[in-house]
């Protein structure tokens, strides 16, 4: 099969890439020197010399707050630009795996998340999110929508280097109670991306490591298996953040897997097997 990956320097995108490798397929794996996503031109033109059969746009504006002071660079690097992946995709006949986030969500529901319940984004990230989420589905190319949340990987920025960080720092840590998701990561979340692609699946699915937890409960899990004492971290509400943050973050962002369920699909691990792996890797490192 051959595969070509969008954002593939980043997070996500470099854990695909390695995926598809190892599975033996032809991958053009394109970070954003090599295609900005945001250039009718150069997707259509990447496409059609790349030819591939399946292209997982991973490519996204991801600084959440950062979205709400400039929309317009928020809608054109996740919503526009996924109209001229999907038009290229029809040109070349190519299956769109298009990755997407729980922030598409308002977070108000007490129940996780299904696939069929309705978006009601509450900031400028996840809106610009949810229309990436219509260009894809409304492009009538039978593409896969697929919503990750919480994302860590061994590469690029996140909240377990975070913690590992904060926690070498200081001697206490304080994390929010009051927002509660699935922690996913990129090695486990990888090769279920490439399986929906090869079977060129349609829709929307959530794909997410099991366990639901707050950040502060996941933070002193972070404590725990790296080796130091979780009671440094303590519990604080989301309003007692400061400086306050500009975007709104869902309160809950757990994202039942139903789709994959349904359809017999294996669901990820808990998310303490791969956290406890990854932070094996990063204290070796």
């Known amino acids: 099969m051959r595969v070509l990956v969008t954002g593939a320097t980043g997070q996500l995108g470099r854990d695909v890439v390695l995926a598809c490798q190892q599975a033996g397929d032809e991958v053009a794996a394109l970070g954003h020197d090599a295609l900005d996503v945001t250039e009718r031109d150069e997707v259509r033109s990447a496409l059609s010399t790349v030819a591939p059969h399946v292209v997982i746009h991973t490519a996204a504006w991801t600084a959440v707050d950062a979205c709400e002071s400039d929309p317009d660079k928020a809608y054109r690097a996740n919503a526009l630009a996924v109209r001229w992946i999907a038009e290229a995709c029809r040109l070349v006949d190519a299956h769109l795996v298009h990755i997407s986030t729980d922030y598409v969500f308002s977070g108000a529901q007490r129940e996780p998340y299904r696939e069929w319940d309705e978006p009601d984004p509450r900031s ?35 909240m377990v280097k975070t913690i590992l960080r904060l926690a070498a720092e200081h001697e206490q840590l304080s994390f929010v109670d009051d927002q509660r998701g699935n922690p996913t990561f990129t090695a486990d979340a990888a090769p279920m991306l490439r399986r929906i692609g090869l079977d060129r699946r349609s829709g929307i699915y959530h794909v997410t490591n099991q366990g639901a937890v707050s950040w502060f409960e996941f933070a002193a899990k972070v404590m725990e298996l790296a080796g130091f004492d979780p009671a440094r971290v303590r519990p604080i509400a989301t309003a007692e953040l400061q400086p306050p943050r500009p975007a709104v973050r869902p309160a809950n962002s757990v994202l039942d897997n139903a789709v ?20 094996q890797g990063l204290l070796k490192a």
């Open 124 to 158: 400028v990230y996840g809106a610009s999110k949810r229309a990436g989420e219509i260009e894809a589905l409304e492009a009538g190319i039978g593409a896969c929508v697929v919503r990750l949340s919480w994302v860590c990987g061994e590469h690029g920025a996140n």
């Open 260 to 279: 994959l369920r349904a359809s017999g699909m294996p669901l990820l691990d808990h998310f303490e097997v791969p956290l406890k792996r990854l932070i």
